[in-house]
């Protein structure tokens, strides 16, 4: 078992600040790769960035929610790919503490594993002697490809068209890869499709979602952490929330930095500074921003605060988290979307940031964990007083 001194929140964001040149440098090459290339990761690895919400006892941060926010944004100033792959893998180290120690401690064993994972479509589950065979195919698998190990979700069939769920902890040289991660955004993040046949998964790294969902699982060695009291779901979204904010940041810092000496073509503007069109953009661009901070910021505190003072999470509460995280991305986005425009034609070329930072929270806003639309009708619904229309809470 390891044991690292745990940093603060200030020192952690530091660290993220001081990686966002050597990251801003690096862009155009982690999006040719399509997943990070390994100094990044070693730069990554060394900062301490994977092992935000790895468990203390095995040598993690164990963050709160809020650290996590800020240390994320942080790090998609400098680079969305690097952010959102960092992101998923703090995810999953996560939800391994919800093994039981022996699978932590095996996890774990190895200083700087990386754990990736998939929440979407299950695969399916065969109970065999001592375990599970699993097969499946789960597309979107941020860093698959740089991880150890890897986190699924596969169903045991039963009577009746009813069937259990389970999380399956494999390891990663246990599947095989499709590379099919040709995307417009987030081209770095390395999101391939891992396919699994017949692979066998020991009982104790199969959890029942069930007993997941509850709050009750490996993790309970620990009972009165309230790092293990996040629900899954939100834990799992949040963790990324930190990305279209810092992208929002990214795309104001790049407009100012091109804006000295830029005219308005076609109009006798000889600098585009003193146009007034100029500073209704620059300043709504601002308002949304500061939004999309108070959205996101607010939240993750709420859930800090929440699995401080009271695990027991009304489904409110839960629509209500969802809404502060897709109202942050929502608004970041048109910040993004008006600075872009702003931008003007030369900015279309693929040396000049802001185009990449364009693509890139158009991804994240398609997310489907991240779409405003769909938890702004969950949020409103509830507040109609009907019953929510999905699980994912």
């Known amino acids: 078992m390891q044991h690292i001194e745990i940093a603060s929140r ?36 060394t900062a301490g960035m994977p092992q935000l919400r790895a468990p203390a006892r095995h040598g993690g941060h164990e963050v709160d929610i809020r650290t996590m926010v800020d240390v994320i944004a942080e790090l998609a100033r400098g680079d969305a790919s690097t952010a959102w792959t960092v992101s998923v893998w703090c995810t999953f180290a996560w939800i391994v503490g919800f093994f039981p120690e022996e699978v932590q401690a095996e996890v774990f064993g190895s200083p700087g594993a990386r754990v990736s994972g998939v929440l979407g479509k299950p695969g399916t589950a065969v109970p065999t002697d001592g375990g599970y065979l699993i097969s499946g195919r789960w597309a979107f698998n941020t860093g ?196 872009t425009i702003a931008s003007g034609a030369s900015s279309v070329y693929r040396n000049v940031p802001i185009q990449r930072i364009d693509r890139d929270i158009r991804v994240v806003h398609q997310h489907a964990s991240l779409h405003p639309n769909t938890a702004i009708e969950l949020h409103g619904r509830m507040l109609c007083g009907l019953e929510p229309n999905t699980n994912n809470l």
């Open 144 to 339: 698959a490809t740089q991880s150890d190990w890897n986190v699924v979700i596969a169903r045991h069939p039963l009577p009746e068209g009813k069937h259990r769920s389970f999380l399956m902890l494999a390891k990663s040289s246990d599947f095989t890869t499709i590379d099919d991660w040709h995307s417009s955004g987030l081209c770095g993040s390395g999101s391939v499709t891992s396919v699994a046949k017949d692979v066998f998964i020991p009982e104790a790294r199969a959890l029942p979602m069930p007993t997941v969902l509850k709050g009750q699982s490996g993790a309970q060695c620990d009972p009165d952490n309230p790092f293990y009291r996040t629900p899954l779901f939100l834990g799992v979204i949040v963790s990324v929330a930190g990305v279209p904010l810092g992208l929002a940041r990214a795309a104001r810092e790049a407009f100012h930095d091109r804006l000295p000496g830029r005219a308005i073509t076609y109009t006798d503007y000889a600098s585009q500074s003193a146009a007034p069109i100029t500073h209704m953009q620059v300043g709504t661009a601002a308002m949304l921003l500061d939004e999309a901070e108070f959205h996101i910021t607010s939240t993750a505190d709420f859930l800090d605060e929440k699995s401080v003072s009271n695990p027991v999470w009304t489904l409110s509460e839960r629509a209500r988290v969802r809404f502060g995280i897709s109202a942050s991305c929502l608004r970041a986005k048109e910040a993004v979307d008006i600075l």
């Open 10 to 45: 200030a020192d952690l964001v530091e660290r993220a600040t001081k990686l966002v040149p050597l990251l801003q440098e690096n862009a155009l090459r982690i999006e040719a790769d399509r997943r990070l290339p390994s100094d990044i990761i070693d730069a990554l690895t």
